[in-house]
């Protein structure tokens, strides 16, 4: 079964940093790209991040590019997030992912002073 467990949520001002993980279990980790989504309140699921299989490819919305950074640790079966200049419109429930339909719980991100 798969099982995707974020952590590393939570208050933080503005222009503060934050660091998502995702501990990965129940399928073959390092053949997989992951991807990270965010939900604001009262808007739809939207697309955060991308990085493929080996980690050396990775992509971003345009609104956290420079501020945003997803790696990974096959070895730990580990998907990461680095949040930095965090902005209030970052605040959202964080994904980890395989696609849309297959993500784990969410961590909480409010950024607000």
């Known amino acids: 079964e798969v099982q995707l467990v974020e952590s590393g949520g939570g208050l933080v001002q503005p222009g503060g940093s934050l660091r998502l993980s995702c501990a990965a279990s129940g399928f073959t980790f390092a053949t997989y790209g992951m991807t990270w989504y965010r939900q604001a309140p009262g808007k739809e699921l939207e697309w955060v991040s991308t990085?493929?299989?080996?980690?050396?490819?990775?992509v971003y919305t345009n609104s956290v590019k420079g501020r945003f950074t997803i790696s990974r640790d096959n070895a730990k079966n580990t998907l990461l997030l680095q949040m930095n200049s965090l902005k209030t419109e970052d605040t959202a429930v964080y994904y980890c992912?395989?696609?849309?339909?297959?993500r784990g719980q969410g961590t909480q991100v409010t950024v607000s002073s």
């Open positions: 992912a395989i696609n849309r339909d297959k």
């Open positions: 990085i493929d299989s080996g980690g050396g490819n990775t």
